[in-house]
């Protein structure tokens, strides 16, 4: 039996879920691969706090590059999160002759593109299973079983912490403050919820995901991205009406050559396989040329289902070594497509206004729309459930339009007297 001798970088939920899973499994990962993963030192600046997990303290460093220039050392796994200094350590590793696995989207949303060339320069690999989906395989069928199609289009709920709320809120008629609170109580959002909430950790997602089905470098920051703090009870129960269920979407496609992407809450209909995602479950939904639609479904986060994606990397590293072939491994992120980068394209929209309760505004409303080329698709108006200043809602579905031109259209309807207020504008998905 071969011995591949790993180093891992950070011991916290990732951390120890890795560990636990190699602890968990080594006899199943040894009679199926012929190999053995021997985690020789773990980087923890806190070696006295107890992890909930047992470690033999020897195998404690407190500098990072203990592990990074140790020559014994065959893989270095990533697990501490943030940009810094984790990207320099990736780096470094590689430069070492180290082969990298790493859980963390946003280094490799900000530097993938870096870290793969250093990798395929230096002849080692570079995995990052657990940055999509936690423990969904999405990244391995990606690159390997699914290489035969053409992808034009890619939804997916990938962060489990505003799927448990938007779950919450729709389940419970709940508003998102309270949801929020009770999620941080129960850890399932952390006690500074912003990278998840604002969409941030999403986009970082679909970045990586831009890359490995579009071949596209599209940094997060170009991602027209929107969280879900502006997602109210009141627009879920109208979703609800209209048959849809409002879920945190990155969504991509490809239309005439140019890919299209953003990161935004998004009204689903009820039949769609995403719709049934719930609580912390993550599923990323796919079409594909040959394959048609497929949908992968799992646990987004957690340290067992993220450990799983980790050691799974470690295993597909520990055979290809043994195989002699882990130098020629062709990259996983690539960026060679002449596909052009665009925004947020053309979608139907949920549209809410508050209004007075007179007669002739819905002509005066649909006549403006008609003026910006936006058509009606459905209507609800609800005389009976007035707003507390007696206005009336007035909600719709809108045909396909562009976000500007629909953005222009509600400012000259602002300007109206009659027209209280945009309440909300969310995507929707058919
Ligand atoms: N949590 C999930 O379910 C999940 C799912 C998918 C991907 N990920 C990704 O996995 C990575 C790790 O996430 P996590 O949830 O395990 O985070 P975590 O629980 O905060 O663990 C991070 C660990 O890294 C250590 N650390 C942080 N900065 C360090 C530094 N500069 N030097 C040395 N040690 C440092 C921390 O040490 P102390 O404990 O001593 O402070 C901690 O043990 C992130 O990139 C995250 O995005 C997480």
Redo the contacts with the bound molecule.
Sequence with gaps: MKTVKAGI???????TGTYRTLQLNRDKIIESTGMDIEVTKI????PD?DRGITIDKNIYVQD?YDIINDPEIDIVVE????IE??TTFMADAIKNGKHVV??????LAEHGKMLQKLATQNGVMLRFE??VG?GIPIINALTSALLSNDFTEILGIVNGTTNYILTKMTEDGADYEAVLKEAQAKGFAEADPTGDVEGNDVANKLSILLSLVFGVEVPPSRIPTQGITAINKTDIAYANKFGCTIKLLAAAKKVDGKVECDVQPTLIPEEHPLASVNNEFNAIFLHGNAVDDIMFYGK????L??GSAVVGDMIAIAVAIDKQSAFDSKPLLRYDSDLEYMGEGKNQYYVRLSVDDMPGILGNISSTLGRYGIGIESMMQSTHSKNADETVPLVFIFYETNREVLDEAMEELKNRSFVKSVDSVIRVEK
């Excluded at 970088?9 to 951390?15: A, D, F, K, P, R």
């Excluded at 790493?102 to 280094?107: C, R």
Aim: no cysteine.
């Design positions: 970088l950070g011991i916290g939920n990732v951390g980087l923890n600046r806190h706090r990072a697990l501490i999160g943030g200094p984790a790493t859980a963390n989207k946003a280094a657990a940055s936690g987004g986060a957690g340290p289902p993220t």
